[in-house]
C-alpha cells in the first residue's frame, strides 16, 4: 500500500479526503485507483496518457520526472506537485 | 545616404584607415568594420559603460562618438590592453579575483579601470566606485571588481 | 570565508584556479552572438507594438519591401500555423500558440513593445529605416496593467479563449486568471484559535527586469540542405533549439542551435523571442540573418519578472512557536499565460515548520511583456511578505528576530504547504552561522540606522545533463558538456571531474557543445549546472576510471580487474605498484583504443538552498533615501566548488535583490506603455549605490550529490528585500508594504506617520 | 539612426556660415552625449551634424584673477574638475560636472552642451545661474551676450536663434569670501538624472553676515530657475541654520515642478527646502576652509 496526498484543489472530489491508501506498483496505477474511488480525478491529474503539464509527482519527497511510469513501492507517500523550475 | 568618409586614426597603437558613413557610431565602427567585437553594445545611449574604449586619453562611451569624430585621434580598446601575450595587471586581477562571471561587462570594465589606474593608481574604494559608476554589472555585485581594480593598482605600483 | 562542516579532504574543490575561458574574457576574444559575422550575412529589425492592447486590423509592407537594400520582411501571415497543442519544454509546458504569438503578434498585440513585423536588411540602419515604414492598422482596445484590476470581471479581456484553470477543473466564463492554485496543511482554523498573536498584511510589488547587460540576440542561416543553424544568447541550446522547431513546424533534427558566450540571463534567456525569426528572415532571403535587441526592446518586450499583490498571515504563540499562515497571492503573467505563481505558493512558508497554513495563488494576465524567471521566480515576492511578518511577530512578543528563525526554521523532515518534506537542508546552520558572524556581533549605533534579518529558499532543481570526456596522448581530458556557461560552470565541472581523476583543474580542457555534438542537456537555470551537470562530470569521469581498470588488468598488469585499486587520488594500484591517472592514461593511449567516457543523469530531487542575510541601513529622513551600509550573505553551498565563484553568485543575487528592494521598478503612462526603458530610468544599482557584500559559505551536504554540491545561484535574491525592510523598520519604526522601496515612498510614507503622530 | 552629413569646421565663422546655411536642419555636436542619443532615438533629426571641437575657442579655459573663468562650450566637464584652480573657484560648477553622467560621459559632455540642450534637469545650468555666468553667442549679425539665467525659455528651447552658436561662457572672478555648491537629488547615486537640484552661491561679508547669495534650482520647472526671492532673504543675514532652511522654504516659491516618474510635485518642492539647506551650508563650509 502506498499513502496518497489529495491536492486540496481535488478535495471537492473525495468529499474532504485528504489523504487514501491504494495498492499500486507506480503512478499510472495509482491514479487509476484513485479514479475508481474518486471518479473524475484522473481528468484532473491527467491530460490523455500523461501527467497534466505543470504538475510532477513526488513519492517520499523525491521529485521524479518519469510522470505516470515512475514506480512506487510499499509504504511511499505521493504528492502531486506543481512543476518547478528556476531562473 | 550621406556619403561614406574617409577616416584616419591610431587603434591600440597602430595607424587605421576606414571608411564610415557620418551617422555611424564609433562603436558599430569598431565592431562591424574592423571587426574589433570586444567592444559590447549594452545600451547604445551611453548608460551601461560596456562599450568604453579610451579616446585621446580619456574613456568615453564609444557608442557615443561618431566614427567620423576620431580623425587623428587616439582610440584604445579592450584588445589593445594586453601587451602580445602578457595579460595587464588589471586583466590578471580580474581573473585571479573571480571579478567576471558573464563576461559581457568586463572589456568595458577593463578599459575605465586601466584609465582610472593610470590617473590614481592608490585609488581608494570610492574613488574607484565613484568613476567605474557608469559601467553597469549584473552578475557579480560589484564586490570582486572593486577588488580586483584595487589589487591591479598595487600590482602596478610594484612593477613601477 | 568557508565553514566547512567536515566534508572530507579534497584536491581541487574548493580552490580558486582561473577560470578556462578567463583570457578570451579579458581580452575581447570571447564571442558573444552579436559577435557572430557570417558571410553575406543580413542584419535584422523587429518593428513593435505602439500600444499596449489592440486588435491588428492589417499590415501594409509594400513600402517597406520596396526599400532599397531590404532582403525580406516577415509578419505572422509568413509564419506557420502551429495550432493549439501543449509542448513540454523540460523545465515547464507551454501552449505553442502562446509561445508562437509572443515571438510574432497575430491578430492582437498584447503588451507595447510586442514583435509585429521584421525585417532583413543590408545593414541595421536601412532595416530600421524600413521597419518604420511599415503601417499597421490598430483598433486600440482598454488595457490593464495591475494584476489585481485585471482579475475584476470587467477587465479588459486579453484572451477571449482563455478559461481559469484549477488543477483541471476550467472557470465557465473566460477570464485573464489563468491558474488558480490552492495548498492546504493542518486546519487553518484550528490553528489560529492556538494563536497568541496574529499578524496580517498586504503588501504589493512592481515587475521588476532581469537586467542582463547583453541584450538578446541571434543569428540564423537557413542552410541549402534544409538545416536551420541558429547561433544564439540562451540559457539552454536545446530548449532553444525545440522551441524553434515547434514554432517553425520543422523537424527537431534539422535544427542546430550553437549557444555563444552569453552575458547573462537570470532566467530571462531561456523563452526564444529572435531565434525562430532569424530563421524565418533567413529562409525567406537566402542569406545569414542576425538581430541584436535594443535595449528598449529588452525591457519592453522580454523578461520582466511578475509585479505581485500578496495578502499573508501568520499566527503564533507567545513563546514564539509559528503556528498558522495563510496566504492569498495574485501574479502577473504578462499577456500570455505561463507565471510565476506555483513556486510562489510553494514559497510563502518554506523557511517556517508551520503546522497549519492555506495558500491560494492565481496567476494573471495583463498588459505586459510574457513574464519570465528570475532568480527563484516568484520567491523573492513572498519573502518579502513573509519575513516581515515574522520579525513584526518577533517585535511584539519581545522575541530577538534571530531566536524566532531559530526556533521555527525548516530542517529535515519538516513538511512544506504543497506536501514534501525536506531532506537534511542547512537553514539552521546558516542562522547559526548568522549568530557567530563579525556582523551580526557587531553594534550599529546612530540615529536612523537600523539593523534587519530575513531568510530566504529556492528548490534547486536537477533535469537532464549530459557529458562526454575524451582523452588526449598526454592524459589531460577534454570535457564536453551542454550547459551554457554564464558565470563560470565550464570551471566548476571541470574541477568536479578533476576531482575524481587525481588531475589538475588545468588538466581538463571544458567546452560547451552545440546541439549536435553533446547528449540533450536541459537550461543553464534552476540553480542546477555545478549540482546535475557536475554530477554528469563525475559520473562521466567514473566511467572513465571503470574503463580504465578493466583495461589496466588486460593491458598493463595482466591480472583481474579486482585486483586493480583505484585510490582515493584517482591513482591506480595493483600490488604495490602506482600510477597516476595521467601515467595509466598515457600508458592505454599508445597501446590500444582512444578512452572516451560519457555520463547522461537526471538527477530528479531539488537541492533546497537556503540562505540567511543580514543588513545595516541608514535612512535620510528628508528624502527617503535609504543608504546600505553594510550587507552579509549566508548561505549553504552544500560543498562549494569554486569558492570565488560562489562568492560571486550570493554577492550578485543579492545585489539583484537589493536593486528589487530599492529602486527597480516599471513605470507606466497612462495607456499601461513602459514609461523606462532604458538602463537610466529603471535604475539598476551601480558600483557607487553599494557597500562589500560580505558572504558567509556554509557548507551542509547534499545528500543527493557525491561531494554534497546543492545549487547556489537563485536563493541570494531571496532575502535582499526583507532584510531590508526589517532594517528600515528598525531604523525608523515604519513598515514597508511595497516594492521598490523607493526614495519618494519611503519619504512620503514617514511624512505621513509623523503627520498622524 | 537616419543618415545625416558631417561637418567639423575649424573657425567660428565657417560654423556660424554652415549653421545659417542649414538653419534648422543643423544639429551642433560638442560632446555628442545628448545629440547622438537624441537623433539616434529620432527625437531630433538632422541632415548634417556640425562638430565644434576643433574650433580653439570653443575648446579654451582660461582663469584670470580679474576677468574670471573663460570657459569654452564644447569643454569637457573632466576639464573643469580636474583644474584645481577653476574648481577651487567654481565649486558647483565643479560639482555638476562631476555628476554629468558618469566618468565616460564626463570625458565628452560639455557644460555648453548641457546648457544648449535646455534640459530643465541640466546638472550645470544652476551652478552657471548660481555664479552669474555670461553667455557669449556668435550668429549671423555679430556677438551677443545672455545671462545663463535667461538662457533656456522651454525644455529643450533657448534663446539661440538660427545660424548662432554659443561659443563661451564667462563666470565673474570670485574672492576667498565666496563659495558655492552644487547638488542633486537622485535615486541612486550616480548616472540619472536629478528629482530636484539646487545650487548656492554665497558671498560672506566682513562682518560674518551674508553679503550676496545667488541660489538657482534645477529639475522643478520647465527651465533652471533663479530663486531670486530666497537670495535676496539671506543678504545681511547671518549664515545659520535657521536662515538656510528659511532660503529653502523661500526657495520653494518658484519651483512649479511637474508630477513623473522621478517624483511628485509634493517630493520636489520638499527636495527643493532640503537642497537649498544643505547646499547653502556646504557652501558656507567652504567659505570657512573645511568642506
Excluded at chain 3, 526583507?722 to 519619504?747: C, D, K
Excluded at chain 4, 544648449?116 to 557669449?136: E, F, G, Q, Y
Excluded at chain 4, 548656492?200 to 530657475?225: C, E, F, H, M, Y
Amino acid at each position: 500500500m502506498v499513502t496518497v496526498f489529495i491536492p486540496a484543489q481535488l478535495k471537492e472530489l473525495t468529499g474532504g479526503i485528504t489523504s487514501v491508501e491504494v495498492e499500486a506498483s507506480n503512478i499510472r496505477q495509482v491514479v487509476e485507483r484513485l479514479e475508481q474511488l474518486f471518479p473524475g480525478i484522473q481528468q484532473r491529474l491527467c491530460d490523455g496518457d500523461d501527467l497534466r503539464s505543470g504538475l510532477q509527482v513526488s513519492i517520499d519527497s523525491v521529485m521524479t520526472s518519469r510522470g505516470l511510469i515512475a514506480k512506487v513501492q510499499p509504504g511511499n507517500e505521493i504528492h502531486f506537485v506543481p512543476a518547478f523550475g528556476g531562473g | 545616404m550621406a556619403n561614406k568618409r574617409h577616416v584616419s586614426t591610431t587603434i591600440n597603437g597602430e595607424p587605421k584607415e576606414f571608411l564610415c558613413a557620418p551617422h555611424e557610431s564609433l562603436l558599430e565602427v569598431l565592431r562591424d568594420n574592423l571587426g574589433l567585437t570586444g567592444s559590447k553594445e549594452g545600451c547604445n545611449n551611453g548608460n551601461c559603460g560596456a562599450c568604453t574604449v579610451i579616446l585621446n586619453g580619456r574613456p568615453v562611451d564609444s557608442c557615443l562618438v561618431l566614427g567620423v569624430e576620431v580623425e587623428d585621434a587616439e582610440v584604445e580598446t579592450v584588445e589593445g590592453i594586453a601587451d602580445r601575450n602578457e595579460l595587464h595587471p588589471v586583466q590578471e586581477c580580474f581573473l585571479e579575483g573571480a571579478a567576471l562571471q558573464c563576461g559581457i561587462c568586463t572589456p568595458g570594465f577593463l578599459v575605465a579601470s586601466k584609465a582610472l589606474l593610470e590617473k590614481t593608481p592608490d585609488a581608494c574604494e570610492h574613488t574607484i566606485r565613484y568613476n567605474l559608476a557608469g559601467n553597469l554589472c549584473r552578475c557579480t555585485g560589484y564586490d570582486k571588481i572593486v577588488r580586483a581594480v584595487q589589487d591591479a593598482g598595487k600590482r602596478m605600483a610594484e612593477s613601477n | 570565508m568557508i565553514k566547512n562542516n567536515g566534508n572530507g579532504e579534497y584536491r581541487v574543490l574548493g580552490t580558486r584556479p582561473v577560470r578556462h575561458d578567463g583570457a578570451d574574457k579579458v581580452t575581447g576574444k570571447a564571442v558573444y552572438t552579436a559577435d557572430v559575422q557570417l558571410p553575406g550575412m543580413l542584419r535584422g529589425f523587429i518593428l513593435r507594438s505602439p500600444i499596449a492592447h489592440g486588435l491588428i486590423k492589417s499590415i501594409d509592407t509594400s513600402a517597406a519591401k520596396a526599400t532599397p537594400g531590404v532582403h525580406a520582411v516577415i509578419t505572422s501571415a509568413d509564419m506557420p500555423d502551429v495550432g493549439d497543442k501543449i509542448a513540454d519544454l523540460g523545465e515547464g509546458a507551454v501552449n505553442l500558440k502562446y509561445l508562437s504569438g509572443n515571438v510574432l503578434a497575430q491578430d492582437k498585440v498584447l503588451y507595447k513593445g510586442h514583435a509585429v513585423a521584421a525585417v532583413a536588411a543590408v545593414d541595421i540602419h536601412v532595416a530600421e529605416e524600413a521597419a518604420n515604414k511599415i503601417i499597421v492598422e490598430y483598433e486600440e482596445l482598454p488595457s490593464v496593467t495591475w494584476v489585481l484590476d485585471a482579475m475584476q470581471d470587467d477587465a479588459p479581456l486579453l484572451h477571449d479563449d482563455l478559461h481559469t484553470d484549477s488543477m483541471g477543473a476550467k472557470s465557465e466564463n473566460p477570464s485573464n486568471i489563468c491558474t488558480h492554485m490552492h495548498f492546504e496543511k493542518g486546519n487553518i482554523e484550528d490553528g489560529f484559535a492556538q494563536c497568541d498573536v496574529v499578524v496580517e498584511r498586504e503588501f504589493k510589488t512592481a515587475s521588476v527586469h532581469q537586467g542582463y547587460i547583453e541584450p538578446h540576440a541571434s543569428v540564423g542561416d537557413w542552410n541549402e540542405d534544409g538545416r536551420l543553424r541558429i547561433w544564439t544568447a540562451t540559457q539552454g541550446s536545446f530548449s532553444a533549439r525545440q522551441q524553434t522547431a515547434e514554432i517553425l513546424q520543422i523537424p527537431i533534427g534539422d535544427v542546430v542551435v550553437t549557444p555563444c558566450e552569453i552575458g547573462g540571463g537570470f532566467g530571462g534567456k531561456i523563452a526564444v523571442y529572435l531565434e525562430p525569426l532569424v530563421g524565418m528572415l533567413s529562409k525567406v532571403s537566402g542569406r545569414p540573418v542576425k538581430i541584436s535587441m535594443t535595449r528598449a526592446d529588452v525591457f519592453e518586450a522580454t523578461g520582466p519578472t511578475p509585479g505581485s499583490y500578496m495578502k499573508v498571515k501568520i499566527g503564533a504563540t507567545n513563546d514564539g512557536k509559528l503556528i498558522a499562515g495563510e496566504a492569498w497571492l495574485a501574479y502577473d503573467a504578462g499577456g500570455y499565460p505561463g507565471g510565476m505563481i506555483g513556486p510562489g505558493c510553494m514559497c510563502v512558508f518554506s523557511c517556517y515548520d508551520i503546522e497549519h497554513a492555506v495558500v491560494d495563488g492565481y496567476d494573471v494576465c495583463l498588459n505586459k511583456p510574457n513574464t519570465q524567471a528570475y532568480r527563484a521566480p516568484g520567491a523573492t515576492q513572498v519573502a518579502f511578505a513573509t519575513e516581515q511578518l515574522v520579525d513584526e511577530i518577533a517585535k511584539q512578543i519581545g522575541m530577538c528576530p534571530l531566536e524566532i528563525r531559530q526556533l521555527n526554521a525548516a530542517k529535515e523532515g519538516t513538511v512544506r504547504v504543497d506536501g514534501p518534506k525536506y531532506p537534511p537542508v542547512g537553514l539552521v546552520e546558516c542562522l547559526e552561522a548568522l549568530e557567530e558572524s563579525d556582523h551580526w556581533k557587531s553594534s550599529l549605533d546612530g540615529p536612523l540606522r537600523g539593523r534587519g534579518i530575513a531568510a530566504g529558499f529556492w528548490f534547486g532543481c536537477g533535469l537532464k545533463s549530459c557529458a562526454t570526456v575524451t582523452v588526449n596522448h598526454d592524459g589531460t581530458v577534454n570535457l564536453l558538456e551542454g550547459s551554457t556557461d554564464i558565470g563560470g560552470s565550464r570551471t566548476s565541472l571541470a574541477m568536479q571531474l578533476a576531482e575524481v581523476l587525481g588531475i589538475t583543474s588545468d588538466d581538463v580542457n571544458p567546452m560547451v557543445g552545440d546541439t549536435d555534438s553533446v547528449g540533450y542537456t536541459d537550461v543553464t537555470g534552476g540553480s542546477r549546472v555545478t549540482f546535475a551537470t557536475g554530477l554528469a562530470a563525475y559520473t562521466a569521469g567514473r566511467d572513465l576510471q571503470t574503463q580504465m581498470i578493466s583495461r589496466a588488468a588486460e593491458e598493463v598488469w595482466d591480472c583481474s580487474p579486482d585486483e586493480v585499486t583505484l585510490e582515493n587520488d584517482g591513482s591506480f594500484t595493483h600490488n604495490g605498484e602506482s600510477k597516476t591517472f595521467k601515467e595509466l592514461a598515457s600508458q592505454l593511449f599508445k597501446h590500444g583504443e582512444p578512452l572516451v567516457a560519457r555520463a547522461a543523469v537526471s538527477p530528479e530531487n531539488p537541492t533546497n538552498g537556503f540562505g540567511v542575510h543580514v543588513a545595516d541601513v541608514e535612512v535620510d529622513p528628508e528624502t527617503g533615501k535609504v543608504t546600505v551600509l553594510r550587507y552579509t550573505t549566508i548561505q549553504d553551498a552544500g560543498k562549494a566548488v569554486h569558492p570565488s565563484y560562489v562568492e560571486g553568485q550570493l554577492q550578485g543575487g543579492t545585489v539583484q535583490g537589493i536593486g528589487w528592494a530599492l529602486n527597480e521598478e516599471y513605470f507606466y503612462h497612462d495607456n499601461d506603455t513602459v514609461a523606462n526603458a532604458s538602463f537610466l530610468d529603471y535604475r539598476m544599482p551601480t558600483m557607487l549605490d553599494l557597500p562589500m557584500i560580505d558572504t558567509i559559505i556554509v557548507e551542509a551536504a547534499n545528500p543527493d550529490h557525491p561531494y554534497g554540491v546543492r545549487g547556489v545561484g537563485e536563493t541570494p535574491i531571496v532575502p535582499p528585500p526583507a532584510a531590508l525592510a526589517n532594517a528600515i523598520y528598525n531604523a525608523t519604526g515604519t513598515r514597508m508594504e511595497q516594492l521598490p522601496m523607493s526614495p519618494p515612498v519611503l519619504w512620503k510614507q514617514l511624512q505621513s506617520e509623523s503627520a498622524e503622530a | 539612426m537616419k543618415p545625416f552629413d558631417y561637418a567639423s569646421p575649424s573657425t567660428i565663422q565657417e560654423a556660424t556660415a554652415l549653421l545659417e546655411q542649414h538653419g534648422d536642419d543643423a544639429r551642433v555636436l560638442a560632446g555628442g552625449t545628448d545629440i547622438i542619443v537624441q537623433l539616434r532615438e529620432g527625437l531630433r533629426d538632422a541632415e548634417i551634424v556640425i562638430d565644434v571641437k576643433k574650433i580653439p575657442e570653443l575648446t579654451a579655459l582660461d582663469l584670470c584673477n580679474e576677468g574670471g573663468l573663460t570657459l569654452g562650450a564644447s569643454t569637457p566637464c573632466c576639464d573643469v574638475y580636474e583644474t584645481p584652480d577653476v574648481a577651487a573657484a567654481y565649486p558647483a560648477l565643479a560639482d555638476s560636472a562631476h555628476i554629468v553622467g558618469g566618468w565616460q560621459i564626463q570625458s565628452r559632455a560639455s557644460v555648453g552642451g548641457n546648457l544648449c540642450n535646455s534640459s530643465p534637469a541640466a546638472d550645470t545650468i544652476p551652478s552657471l545661474i548660481a555664479h552669474n555666468a555670461i553667455c557669449l553667442i556668435e550668429g549671423p549679425t555679430g556677438t551677443r551676450e545672455v545671462a545663463a539665467q535667461d538662457f533656456c525659455t522651454a525644455p529643450g528651447r533657448n534663446v539661440l536663434e538660427s545660424g548662432e552658436l554659443l561659443v563661451t561662457l564667462r563666470l565673474p572672478a570670485v574672492s576667498d569670501s565666496e563659495s558655492s555648491a552644487y547638488e542633486r537629488f537622485i535615486r541612486r547615486n550616480e548616472m540619472d538624472i536629478a528629482v530636484a537640484g539646487a545650487a548656492s552661491w554665497i558671498k560672506r561679508g566682513d562682518d560674518g553676515n551674508i553679503a550676496d547669495a545667488r541660489i538657482a534650482l534645477s529639475a522643478v520647472a520647465a527651465t533652471p530657475q533663479f530663486a531670486q526671492e530666497a537670495s535676496e532673504y539671506l543678504v545681511g543675514k547671518a549664515p545659520t541654520e535657521e536662515n538656510f532652511s528659511q532660503a529653502g522654504e523661500l526657495a520653494k516659491n518658484v519651483a512649479s515642478p511637474i508630477d513623473d516618474m522621478r517624483g511628485t510635485v509634493e517630493y520636489r518642492v520638499n527636495l527643493v527646502g532640503v537642497l537649498v539647506k544643505r547646499t547653502l551650508a556646504t557652501a558656507l563650509a567652504r567659505i570657512q576652509g573645511d568642506g
